[in-house]
């Protein structure tokens, strides 16, 4: 069992909580990921690590509450346990020769994009981020962005926060004025990570994304987070937990991927429904 | 007295029933069934049984002791080299083991030896008094990665002898292929469950939830005070075919079609995880996991289910009796068939059209066998023109799995061979001081009791290392 330290919502549907996961935080690197259960008939997704504190043992995870499972960890509190909690998992972010590099995140997406961001920083690269959301409301982790990055720009999709717009707008107005990136790093739904790959492709930078696929045990054994990849004309098949989560964006399919992240939809639609049901039943019964 | 030439039958559900539900096919002995088998035994002087199994239980002594009723005594002396009896007695290939070497085979059926040891060990679990004493300890420490056959077999064999071990596991539960692969209907996990606890009882100390590799190094657990390693860690990836059509929605590996079934429990009512069910499916591969694959399917619901595979059925790997079973289930073999393509649902009209992605059928070819190959066996050849197309919902690619890259990686000085396995020695020995290997992560796919087989072997290697230190 691994005890949630802290818990803290960051908007409406999005949720940090630390984990209690020491020889997890011992070896975790920004870009790598957990596999949790919230209890003992749980199903295993997994969450990017969000960061991680060595000296108290704890990995943070940021989440959207979107099905079943998110609801569930969602209704944890802070204090309480849930039932498994392993990584780190898949390979690190490669951060090895990038001098400057801009961090594109969208949505909650955000919030694997600020480690990295932060990393950046701390290597001493220069760190233009643009973090996107579709309104006001949603807006999370702007101030740990300023705080890593040389440059911010927010975005909102309906133009209630900050400058309105999708990320690929800024990235391209800054790439068109000759902004030379060594790498654009980009974290958020397949369609914005796709199209940030075509704006950025369009200039001839490289892009590296990543790719959050259904998986069961992240550890190169089930197969079912296969996404592929086409290299010279060659499609290759591979596995996002133990090739990535990290990919060239260049090479990505992307619309196999989307296709793929759909393939339970009806069946987590339901199991959303009736989670929210039961814990509405549980919560009427108290009154 | 006259022997009955035939083994006892091992009771087992009616098809019809079994084919809908989850639970144990075969029922296993009564009391009178096992003294009977026990008794067509010959007890003859050579005892060929004991060479042809792969961890050398001695046969003639706990099937003497079956004979005379004293269970426990029995169980007693299979323990005393099988660290899963409950385990093997169910899924060990005996016909091409112990029970291939039998004497009463030659004129006969040979004796019923693993329906025997089941009827031993589920004996045991029922009426054994719990509470086997723990061996004195010796003061050393061994870690073992992998809690399947191969990693419970060492770590049972060392915890005998006064071994600290620690056993790491990478999923939530223990037993490795054992609770994700084999279904419940072949071998319930509450066996497997029972024999960890027997491990525990005897010290073995079991961490879940650790990637050796990724949370821990192999290097790691030598710097927390292990002095020897002995890496189980399985097969690992699996292989696809490389055809058109495999990304599409419906298409599992059999490790991913078993493990939502199997570990997360997905054919329960409601269960948190998904799973593709009914419709028709095919599952491509003739081996035991294919036909594990094939009886999930058919068990979730599924309408039809097919065996596709390229070879006839005098090649099919799978185990007779599972082949057998399978076919008295209704499950369809389509041999000498291969796939050449998935086919899916595309809606030119509608982009989000829901259905857009999911397989709808799978196009195949037909095949003769032509000229043995290398290792003997008659190579399959496209028949050419053949093509045909069977409507399908779900396709479970079980073709085999390559080998684990996360512990190669990770490990300094640790040899693997061109297929990625672990290259080890006659004693299990890897080319990295103190560290041991065996199962498939050495061999590639195979079974459990070679797996055992190879945990056995390092664990008396490790015992033979540590005591000379």
């Known amino acids: ?287 | 007295m006259a022997i009955n030439p035939k083994k006892h039958e091992m009771p087992t559900q009616d098809a019809k029933v079994r084919a809908r539900n989850f639970s144990e096919v075969a029922l296993g002995y009564t009391e009178e069934m096992a003294i009977s088998e026990a008794n067509r035994c010959l007890n003859c002087k050579n005892k060929p049984c004991v060479a042809g199994c792969p961890v050398n239980i001695n046969i003639p002594d706990f099937i003497t002791l079956v004979k005379q009723g004293d269970f426990e005594g029995a169980y007693k002396v299979i323990a005393q080299t099988s660290s899963l009896p409950a385990v093997c007695g169910r899924v060990c290939p005996q016909e091409t083991q112990c029970e291939s070497k039998c004497t009463l085979g030659i004129k006969f059926e040979p004796v019923g030896i693993g329906r025997l040891e089941r009827y031993v060990a589920d004996w045991h679990n029922a009426n054994a008094k719990e509470g086997g004493e723990k061996p004195q300890s010796n003061g050393h420490k061994v870690a073992i990665v992998g809690s399947g056959p191969s990693g419970l077999t060492c770590a049972g064999d060392l915890a005998k002898k006064g071994y600290d071990v620690t056993v790491y596991e990478a999923f939530h539960v223990a037993g490795g292929v054992l609770v994700y692969g084999i279904p419940e209907f072949r071998l319930p996990k509450s066996i497997v469950a029972k024999e960890v606890e027997g491990l525990k009882a005897l010290g073995v100390k079991v961490e879940t939830n650790v990637v050796i590799g990724k949370t821990l190094t192999v290097d790691e657990l030598f710097d927390m005070g292990f002095e020897a390693v002995f890496i189980g860690s399985g097969a690992g990836l699996p292989n696809f075919m490389g055809i058109p059509g495999e990304s599409l929605k419906g298409v599992y590996s059999a490790n991913e079609f078993l493990t939502r079934s199997n570990l997360m429990k997905a054919y329960r009512e409601n269960p948190d995880t998904p799973i593709m069910k009914g419709g028709n499916v095919a599952v491509v591969g003739g081996g035991n996991v294919a036909m594990d694959a094939a009886r999930t399917a058919l068990r979730l619901g599924a309408e039809k289910v097919y065996i596709v595979y390229r070879r006839s059925m005098d090649e099919l790997p799978a185990r007779k009796e599972e082949v057998e079973h399978a076919q008295e289930e209704g499950i369809e073999f389509k041999l000498l068939c291969n796939p050449v393509e998935i086919l899916g649902y595309n809606n030119p009209e509608n982009p989000r059209d829901e259905k857009n992605g999911f397989v709808t059928g799978m196009r195949c070819v037909k095949m003769e066998l032509g000229e043995p190959d290398a290792k003997g066996r008659r190579r399959p050849v496209v028949i050419p023109g053949s093509d045909f197309e069977i409507k399908v919902d779900t396709v479970v690619m079980s073709i085999g799995t390559s080998p684990n890259p996360l512990i190669k990686d990770t490990t300094e000085g640790l040899e693997v061979n061109a297929h990625g396995g672990i290259v080890v020695n006659e004693e299990g020995l890897s080319s990295k001081q103190g560290v041991y290997a065996g199962g498939d992560a050495v061999t590639g796919a195979a079974t459990v009791i070679s797996a055992m087989g190879a945990g056995k072997t390092a664990a008396a290697a490790i015992d033979k290392y540590l005591s000379n230190k």
């Open chain 1, 1 to 287: 069992m691994y005890k949630i330290a802290t818990k803290k919502m960051l908007n409406s549907t999005v949720c940090q909580m630390e984990i209690e996961a020491p020889l997890v935080a011992n070896k975790a690197k920004p870009g790598q990921f957990i596999i949790l259960r919230v209890d003992s008939e749980g199903e295993r997704i997994p969450l990017t690590i969000a960061g991680c504190d060595k000296v108290r043992g704890t990995v943070k995870i940021i989440f959207q509450i979107v099905g079943a499972t998110t609801e569930k960890l969602n209704h944890k509190k802070q204090g309480e346990f849930i039932q498994d909690f392993v990584g780190p998992l898949g390979k690190a972010t490669e951060t090895e020769g990038i001098k400057k590099v801009c961090i594109v995140g969208g949505g909650v997406g955000c919030a694997i994009a600020m480690p990295v961001a932060e990393e950046f920083h701390r290597l001493g690269a220069e760190v233009t981020s643009i973090i996107g959301f579709r309104n006001k409301d949603l807006v999370i982790l702007e101030d740990e962005f300023k705080a890593c990055s040389d440059k911010l720009v927010v975005m909102s999709d309906d133009g209630s926060y900050a400058r309105q717009g999708n990320v690929t707008v800024p990235l391209k107005e800054m790439l068109e004025a000759g902004e030379k990136f060594d790498m654009v790093i980009t974290i958020g739904p397949l369609i914005m990570m796709k199209f940030v790959v075509l704006t950025a492709k369009e200039f001839g930078v490289p892009v590296t994304v990543s790719m959050n696929p259904i998986m069961i045990d992240g550890t190169g054994m089930c197969g079912g987070c296969r996404l592929t990849l086409n290299q010279d004309g060659k499609k290759v098949t591979k596995f996002a937990c133990v090739d990535g989560p990290d990919f060239n964006g260049y090479e990505v399919d992307f619309d196999e991927a989307m296709s793929r992240g759909r393939m339970y939809f009806g069946f987590e639609r339901h199991a959303h429904e009736e989670t929210c049901n039961l814990f509405k039943k549980a919560e009427g019964g108290n009154n």
